[in-house]
């Protein structure tokens, strides 16, 4: 069982309020990620959760039991860090077991459950290795190892992918993600990149300094943000959003628009513009469009590849069902 | 960053730390404070009460203080010449290219290692001595007579044999701060058409002025306070008396712990004044 | 940093390098020698320089007449006591500001460093006085104290400067693996630090080893280590140079091995991280 909630939780740092009062309700087995641009206070979040830091006000009940001065080893969760946290000087066997021995398990019982870990990630070749001598993939391995041993309640995560290349970051983001399906454990996922809270979340939860902008699954975020700020944040590349006349005539202070809900054009459309840069990735075309009167310009995706370039005149032709109206408070109009 | 359990730990932890310290701070101090406004002769009459402010000016006026304060400023300036020159120079050395420099590093390092009080011993009966020293042997070899280094010349031998033990600590401080340059600093220099006593005075000596004023300020709050190569060498006479020297007489030798008290507190003073500087360089370190 | 330079160059380097060197470290050696020599040709005028009769009698006169044993025990005792002792305080102190840091542990740190400069004179009566009250002048156990808080300012910063580089999620991590404040520190801490905390012990025997103001003003007869045995030579009837040398040879040697180990951390260790 693994039912977090968190009740009118306030965090301050002397005279600074990271978080103010936030409610969260997080349900058992739910993927929910916390994102967020950086000092957005998301891990602030994540550590209290843990218990590695002290709310200031407000209460953390973990399945209905009051946890806000539990000790974080006595929560029963469990974390895996951005650095891995792995103990240098114990053997990968030794690091999983770490936390079966401080909970002074059978030795017998301990090995069982380090073997069956280390089989289901793949470490069973590495046991006898120092953390030093493993690649970044396999550290994060042993990491997440260590979290599962425990069979904790939920698994807390720190950005832990930040650390690991590209190719990599995508592979391990597939293995939690079936571990995840495989355990059926609540997991808190902290991260700064919207592409993993996307393609990880059950739900998601948007913050801005210290402040829940938005909760919902990924698709709902998608297609009804609830205000500029999430608008801009989900969705790769970002939305455009527009001012002024245009925002006006569709009764709106600023309207959105997604790159891959605009059509383009090299003969006809709504709005005209000359292509600044385009980007020719062969399954998508991305233009960089200026329109007449406004200096940002506008991002467009094509499907396939599309030849039209530099210096072009483009047309372009917005869907008016996937725009997004937004009031003066940037606050969606619906 | 912690939660307040870990805080109050770290509170507890620091605790045995902080209390022992302030303990070994404050109670001789406050002691030395207070002996230092008493007539305390232990051997001759004992506690006589209190005298206010007559050992702080007996101290000063007294005719050994004025020398002492003179000998301990040419001791400590004569080590702090020779350590911080030669120091520089054997940095630059040992940080060129050589066959054996590790070896080369042990030796210049070892006196270091030596116990003052061998030190002292071994350059005042070995070298020094006017009959069997190995400088009276040289000077003899040259048909010189031999001189009495430790009471015609003491300070100044006393200078050489602390200088002796010191320069490892310099030379070393100095080479770790040399090793640390950005070796295309220099290369970017020489590209630039400076030669080499100019690379020296615009961007060496530069980069090594923080490690000189360590240098220069570690090594003065120790030598302030040299002793043993005093007691085993002249014990004071022939105009080595420092002010340590002076205040360790009145107290252990004369009993006259009053007088010595006051003069403690004025080397307290003095060495605090020293540190200050040090304590602003080494804080300004802490952040980074 | 390898610059490359002509090989007569090098050899330049090498000559003056090793030359200044060998002058430097020619006290010791000649201490050495000297050691081995008869007394007659530890005297001799000329001085002999290697072609004398090596002997070891030297060594054996120290130690018979002496008892070189006992002060060297005393040595090794109140060296070794009083780092093993400042080791043990400090490593908590050391976590607590290294790991739980406050807006006053900067300042906590340089209050103890300022301890430090305390000159020794200053309170020297007051330390004997407590010695007699006590009745621990001349004994071990004053010296392990005393010298423990002369040098206790240094372990701490020492061991504060090595944890600091240990990153705190990895203790985090134990926090969260269900390890106790004594765990974490036992388990975790420790072992990864243990380099550091080899080298602070090393540093600060050293400096025990050679301490000779404490040691000398608060010994006699029974608790005098090797700084006090040394020094009674200095009296003119015990002035015999090859056993002179010889006791000093003893007395150093030692620490002159320790020294060499330790020569990377001295720097650090005696300019409380001001230089790196």
């Known amino acids: 069982m693994g039912r977090i909630v968190l009740d009118k939780v306030k965090k301050t740092f002397g005279e600074v309020t990271v978080i103010p009062p936030l409610d969260l309700e997080i349900e058992d087995g739910e993927f929910v990620v916390f994102v967020g641009p950086s000092g957005c206070g998301k891990s602030t979040l994540l550590r209290l959760i843990a218990g590695l830091e002290d709310v200031s006000s407000g209460q953390i009940r973990i399945d209905g039991q009051d946890a806000t001065n539990v000790a974080p080893a006595k929560r029963g969760l469990a974390m895996v860090f951005q650095s891995y946290a792995l103990y240098p000087h114990m053997s990968v066997r030794k690091n999983i077991a770490f936390p079966l021995k401080m909970a002074k398990m059978e030795q017998a ?76 454990t609540t997991m808190v996922y902290v991260t700064h990149d919207q592409v993993e809270a996307m393609t990880m979340a059950d739900k998601i939860v948007v913050l801005q300094a210290g402040v829940i902008e938005q909760v919902g699954s990924p698709l709902t975020l998608y297609h009804t943000p609830r205000n500029k700020f999430v608008a801009g944040f989900i969705g790769s590349p970002r939305m455009n959003l527009l001012e002024g006349p245009e925002a006006q005539k569709r009764g709106a202070h600023t309207v959105g628009i997604r790159p891959e809900h605009i059509t383009p054009s090299p003969t006809e459309g709504l709005w005209k ?49 996937r725009m997004h109206r937004f009031d003066k408070a940037g606050l969606r109009i619906s | 960053m912690a939660t307040q359990h870990s805080r109050s730990a770290a509170r507890l932890m620091m605790a045995p730390a902080v209390i022992l310290l302030l303990g070994w701070m404050l109670v001789p101090l406050v002691m030395t404070l ?22 702080y000016i007996r101290f000063v006026t007294s005719s050994a203080f004025w020398p002492s304060v003179q000998t301990t400023l040419v001791l400590v300036g004569g080590v702090l010449l020779i350590t911080t020159i030669f120091g520089i120079l054997l940095a630059l050395l040992l940080d060129q290219p050589m066959w054996g420099q590790g070896i080369v590093r042990i030796l210049v390092i070892a006196p270091f290692f030596v116990m003052p009080t061998v030190t002292a011993l071994v350059w005042k009966n070995m ?44 030379t070393l401080i100095l080479l770790t701060a040399i090793q640390s340059l950005d070796s295309e600093q220099l290369e970017a220099a020489e590209m630039d058409g400076a030669p080499p006593l100019k690379r020296f005075a615009y961007i060496i000596l530069p980069h090594l002025s923080r490690a000189l004023t360590v240098v220069v300020l570690i090594q003065t709050i120790f030598l302030l306070s040299i002793f043993a190569e005093i007691f085993v060498t002249t014990q004071g006479s022939f105009g080595t008396r420092t002010l340590t020297y002076l205040i360790y007489q009145r107290v252990l030798e004369s009993q006259n712990v009053g007088l010595g008290s006051a003069g403690g507190i004025y080397a307290v003073i003095l060495a605090n004044i020293v540190a200050i500087f040090l304590m602003r360089i080494v804080g300004k370190n802490l952040d980074a | ?36 020599k008869t007394e007659a040709q530890a005297i001799s005028s000329p001085p002999v320089f290697l072609f004398f009769d090596w002997t070891l009698e030297n060594y054996a006169v120290v130690q018979e007449r002496s008892n070189y044993m006992r002060f060297l025990w005393n040595s090794v005792i109140i060296a070794g006591g ?84 240990i990153p705190g999620e990895i ?32 540093l600060n025997f050293i400096l025990a080893w050679n301490e000779a103001f404490w040691t000398l003003n608060l010994t006699a007869a029974k608790a005098a280590p090797l700084t006090a045995f040394i020094a009674s030579y200095s009296s003119p009837e015990g002035l015999f140079y090859a056993k002179l040398s010889a006791a000093s040879t003893m007395a150093i040697a030692p620490i002159l091995i320790l020294g060499w180990f330790s020569q990377k951390q001295l720097v650090r260790g005696l300019t409380f991280g001001a230089v790196k």
């Open chain 1, 109 to 184: 019982e301990i090995d069982r459950r380090v073997d069956s870990a280390a089989s289901v990630l793949n470490l069973t070749p590495y046991l006898e290795r120092r953390p030093g001598q493993l690649s970044g993939g396999q550290r994060q391995r042993v990491a997440i190892g260590r979290a599962i041993v425990r069979e904790p309640a939920a698994f807390l995560f720190d950005e832990p992918l930040s650390n690991l290349d590209a190719a990599l970051r995508v592979g391990m983001r597939l293995e939690i993600s079936e571990l995840h399906k495989r355990l059926a």
């Open chain 1, 273 to 321: 513009g000359r292509v600044g840069v385009s980007e020719h990735l062969g399954s998508d075309t991305f233009f960089h469009v200026h329109l007449e009167g406004r200096d940002e310009p506008i991002t467009v995706r094509a499907g396939g590849e599309v030849d039209m370039h530099h210096g072009d005149t483009i047309w372009l032709t917005p869907d008016e069902s």
């Open chain 2, 34 to 55: 207070w002996f230092s406004f008493r007539e305390y002769l232990p051997l001759r009459g004992g506690d006589m009460g209190f005298v206010g402010l007559e050992n």
């Open chain 2, 127 to 170: 070298f020094m001595d006017p009959v069997n020293g190995l400088f009276a042997h040289i000077w003899k070899f040259f048909g010189a007579q031999p001189v009495e280094w430790l009471s015609q010349w003491s300070l100044f031998s006393i200078i050489i044999i602390v200088a002796w033990q010191w320069l490892p600590f310099a």
């Open chain 3, 1 to 36: 940093m390898a610059r490359n330079v002509t090989p007569q160059r090098k050899a330049i380097n090498t000559v003056i390098a090793w030359a200044a060197g060998l002058l430097i470290f020619f006290p010791i050696l000649w201490t050495i020698l000297t050691s081995f």
């Open chain 3, 82 to 165: 009083s780092t093993v002792l400042g080791v043990l305080i400090a490593i908590p102190a050391a976590w607590s500001m290294a790991f739980v840091p406050s807006r006053r542990t900067k300042d906590i740190l340089m209050w103890m460093l300022s301890t430090k400069m305390l000159p020794a004179v200053g309170v020297l009566y007051p330390i004997y006085l407590i010695c007699i009250e006590l009745g621990i002048l001349d004994s071990r156990a004053a010296l392990v104290v005393v010298l423990m808080l002369i040098n206790l300012p240094i372990i701490v910063w020492m061991l504060y400067t090595y944890f600091k580089e």
């Open chain 3, 171 to 202: 203790l985090e991590a134990a926090r969260m693996d269900g390890a106790s404040l004594k765990a974490e520190i036992l388990y975790v801490l420790t072992p990864m630090a243990v380099p550091g905390i080899a080298s602070t012990m090393l």
